[in-house]
């Protein structure tokens, strides 16, 4: 697995001034969500046209200022020198949104690089498939954000544990829920014991708790052991409801 560069007051302008792309976490370590994070390392590892760098302000105050950044952590995209992107405390699902911000403006400043690329792409990438699933799947904190948030169909977040009585009362519904709306939708369960990350990112204080997702965004989160009709209801305006995708950021 690689691992970001690390960036220091004096190697920060040589990477800037550099012709690759570059995603910076300015951080000290603190206030990092735990889906932000698997999410950061995943993208070292895939993204091979960008430079992935990790600064700590509190050591290297010149380049922290920079950037103007605070105690909170910072995500800056960077490129031809220009901020691209800024995302201040960012999620797990800030991050695919972030790259995709950077390499469309790859490509409108250097769109015949980018031809190259998508030529590139198409020889040697074959279609995704959707894994059609007939049964709950199981979500940790380093899996959330490839099988809830990058997932292309709407998914049915349930927040559980095994001593809670309402959650083993859900669960068969679910169970049948997943089975008839498969192809349709994915219902994943996470356990809340297990998955404390989880739990603090979205601030999860009774469960069960249900949460939904479409194209990357939250549209319905309520505590409670809802009835099988209600939550077929709410499966039912899941997959009618159109959600278009978050605009990306204003460049700073």
């Given amino acids: 697995m690689q691992e970001p560069i690390v960036l220091t007051d004096e190697t920060l302008d040589s990477v800037l001034m550099g012709d690759q792309p570059v995603m910076i976490l300015v951080t000290n370590g603190d206030g990092i969500r735990g889906d932000f994070s698997s999410a950061f390392k995943k993208a070292v590892d895939d993204q091979k046209n960008i430079v992935f760098a990790q600064l700590d302000p509190t050591a290297n105050p010149k380049a922290a200022a920079r950037f103007d950044a605070g105690p909170r952590p910072l995500l800056i ?59 709950p799947v199981t979500v940790t904190d380093q899996t959330f954000q490839k099988e809830v948030i990058d997932y292309p169909l709407p998914v049915l977040v349930d927040y559980w544990a095994e001593w809670c009585g309402p959650c083993r009362m859900v669960a068969p519904i679910l169970d049948k829920l997943a089975k008839e709306y498969a192809g349709k939708i994915r219902i994943a369960k996470v356990n809340v014991d297990e998955n404390p990350g989880l739990s603090s990112t979205f601030r999860i204080q009774s469960i069960p708790t249900m949460m939904m997702l479409k194209n990357r965004t939250i549209v319905f989160s309520q505590p409670g052991a809802l009835p099988e009709n209600a939550l077929r209801d709410l499966i039912e305006q899941l997959i009618k409801l159109e959600v278009p995708a978050p605009e990306p950021e204003t460049k700073q």
Avoid at 93 to 122: K, R
């Fill in 77 to 135: 995209g960077w490129y031809c020198g220009e901020t691209v992107v800024r995302r201040s405390r960012p999620w797990g699902s800030d991050l695919p949104l972030a790259i995709e911000q950077l390499n469309t403006y790859i490509a409108e400043v250097n769109p015949t690089a980018a031809e190259v690329d998508e030529t590139d792409e198409a020889e040697t990438e074959q279609p995704k498939q959707v894994v059609v699933d007939t049964k």
